[in-house]
């Protein structure tokens, strides 16, 4: 269980030095380490990541606008929820290995929290939140953006901004003659931050699950999971996933 992460080695990955190092240290403070070692005068995360999830709409959104110029708002919508949704940022912060550097409660270290993507996407969102009240809007731009790049051209090139929840409709009553159903399986985070996992279930078979802020959210992941993994079966996709 990480108690102090070497914070030099996350600034050096981040490449962002901190003023204020307390910020950074409070931007790694999972809630589950903080219900263990109460006497900690540091506050969990979640507040600079309810701050990091703004920053990060309204970055995207006025990279993206000044990107492409002639581009319509609902697109522009669309690929800027793409870049923001969960999978994306919690890539975004395995880039940076900020799961090592979580600050975790015993169980959930132990229940593999360094790499579940709810809380890879929180700390990033809490990091980018720290890196604002520390230095301001530009540094974050000049964090973020390098993830953006490449981010938005995968994002491009496999038409991931589409609505996944009607393309998986259309292929399964095409294919299967079946309505995708989604069921909400888990939700955890206060009221204030609460997180949903949803599964999409086709036939009495789960095709993929996904997390987010809202269950629409968490249900757009995860339609976008069962299309990914009804591609990786070829062709045909009449199989369901294993």
């Not at 229940?111 to 579940?116: E, L, P, T, V």
């Not at 230095?135 to 953006?148: D, H």
């Not at 259309?170 to 204030?192: K, M």
């Amino acid at each position: 269980m990480t108690t102090t992460p070497d914070l030099d080695l996350v600034q050096e990955r981040l490449n962002v030095r901190f003023n204020d190092l307390s910020l950074l240290l409070r931007a790694l403070t999972h809630r589950s380490y903080l219900n263990e070692h109460p006497s900690d005068s540091l506050e969990d995360n979640e507040r600079l990541e309810f701050l990091g999830d703004a920053v990060l709409d309204f970055v995207s959104g006025d990279w993206l606008y000044n990107r492409f110029p002639e581009m319509h708002e609902g697109r522009l919508t669309r690929l800027r929820a793409a870049l923001v949704r969960t999978e994306t940022l919690a890539d975004f912060a395995r880039q940076c290995h900020l799961g090592e550097a979580l600050r975790l409660g015993r169980g959930e270290e132990e229940s593999g929290g360094r790499d579940r993507q709810a809380n890879l996407c929180r700390v990033f969102e809490a990091v980018v939140g720290a890196i604002y009240l520390d230095q301001g809007l530009e540094t974050v731009r000049e964090f973020v953006l390098p993830c953006f790049t490449p981010a938005l051209e995968r994002i491009l090139d496999a038409d991931l901004d589409k609505d996944a929840k009607s393309t998986l409709q259309e292929w399964s009553q095409a294919h299967l003659n079946l309505t995708p159903t989604y069921r909400t399986v888990r939700e955890t985070g206060p009221d204030h931050a609460k997180h949903f996992t949803v599964e999409v279930v086709i036939g009495g078979q789960v095709y993929g699950q996904g997390s987010g802020r809202s269950k629409q959210a968490a249900a757009q992941e995860a339609a976008q999971a069962a299309l990914e993994a009804i591609e990786k079966r070829g062709a045909s996709r009449e199989e369901a996933p294993d």
